[in-house]
Structures are given as structure tokens and as C-alpha cells.
């Protein structure tokens, strides 16, 4: 079992910067692939980024990509999603989830989730 707290959220003016950070518990965090997904009312679960175990591979969605940047601390057991240039179409619930097979960009390929943060930009 991986237990996943997320934190870091909150309300911002557009242009601003969010961090937001992905607390493990439980078993090894550094065994798993670490996500971020996001979901707006009415909208369906979308992938956001993505960091391999090791902290050596990223990827982000189109949406995001130059603006968000992912990164871990496996001797903390944290992941920090460092959000800048936030616009109001970045507004959603963000949750972060972990990950130990080899397919990262679906939400099913996830095993452990975490509650959610809420991320709101004002224009």
C-alpha cells in the first residue's frame, strides 16, 4: 500500500505560480511512477505529467508543457509539481497518483491515488 497526500493548492491570479507536492507513506515510493492528473467539474480525469521512478524521464501534456515542471525527492518521499504562467483553463482538482506498471498516461494504469488539492486561477 502507497498512501499519497497532496497539498499546495489553492486560488491564483492568472500569470501566477503554484507547488504543489505529493507526500508518500507506506511502501517504497521510490519502486513507483508518479502522476499528476487534473479534473474540472464536468470534465473527465486528464493526465497532466508524468516522472519515472528514478526522476530521470518526464513527460506533460501538451497543455501544460514549458509551464508545469515535475519533480521528486525519493529520500523525502515527495513529488512536487511546480506550476507557473497558470491560466484560468488550468482551474481544477489536481491529484497525484502512483504508478508500478510501465503504462503512465491513463488513470486506470495507477494503483493509489491521493484525495486531491483544488488549483483555482482567476483571470
Known amino acids: 500500500q502507497v498512501q499519497l497526500v497532496e497539498s499546495g493548492g489553492g486560488l491564483v491570479q492568472a500569470g501566477g505560480s503554484l507547488r504543489l507536492s505529493c507526500a508518500a507513506s507506506?511502501?517504497?515510493?521510490?519502486?513507483?511512477?508518479i502522476g499528476w492528473f487534473r479534473q474540472a467539474p464536468g470534465k473527465e480525469r486528464e493526465f497532466v505529467a508524468v516522472?519515472?521512478?528514478?526522476?530521470?524521464?518526464?513527460d506533460y501534456a501538451d497543455s501544460v508543457t514549458g509551464r508545469f515542471t515535475l519533480s521528486r525527492d525519493n529520500a523525502k518521499n515527495t513529488a512536487y509539481l511546480q506550476m507557473n504562467s497558470l491560466k484560468p483553463e488550468d482551474t481544477a482538482a489536481y491529484y497525484c497518483?502512483?504508478?508500478?506498471?510501465?503504462?503512465?498516461?491513463?488513470?486506470?494504469?495507477?494503483?493509489?491515488w491521493g484525495q486531491g488539492t483544488q488549483v483555482t486561477v482567476s483571470s
Open positions: 497518483a502512483a504508478a508500478g506498471g510501465g503504462s503512465w498516461y491513463r488513470p486506470s494504469d495507477y494503483d493509489y
Open positions: 507506506g511502501r517504497t515510493f521510490s519502486s513507483y511512477t
Open positions: 516522472i519515472s521512478w528514478s526522476g530521470g524521464i518526464t
